[in-house]
């Protein structure tokens, strides 16, 4: 895994359209490295239950990715640092950077 490979002006593009950034796409490839850090017993805590569970509540609107990751960008980036996974935080920076 490794950031979205750009144009180096499309990281401008947020401001105009947000056109050819895949926000969506890359925050859903943010949510699955959680997933697959989180299903590690070892890893397990109310926190990711909770955050994982607020993809699908059981009422209300669920939020997409991206907001989830925005809200909670802090806390992502300790679990990818813990995990020791580079590329997981890259992708979280270019994300964060780019879209949110």
């Known amino acids: 895994m490794s950031r979205p490979d750009l144009d180096p ?11 050819d950034l895949d926000c969506d796409g890359n ?3 943010v949510m699955e490295r959680i997933q697959h850090h989180t ?9 990711w239950d909770y955050f994982l569970g ?18 909670h960008v802090n806390t992502i980036r300790e679990l990818f640092e813990d995990c020791d996974d580079e590329d997981a935080l890259a ?10």
Do not use: M, N, T
């Not at 607020?54 to 809200?71: E, M, V, Y």
């Open 27 to 29: 925050a859903r490839r």
């Open 39 to 47: 299903a590690d017993p070892a890893r397990r805590s109310p926190f």
């Open 9 to 19: 002006d499309a990281i401008q593009a947020r401001y105009i359209s947000f056109k």
């Open 91 to 100: 992708l979280l920076d270019w994300v964060e950077e780019a879209c949110c």
């Open 54 to 71: 607020k993809r699908q509540p059981a009422s209300g609107p669920a939020p997409d990715d991206l907001f989830l990751i925005h809200a």
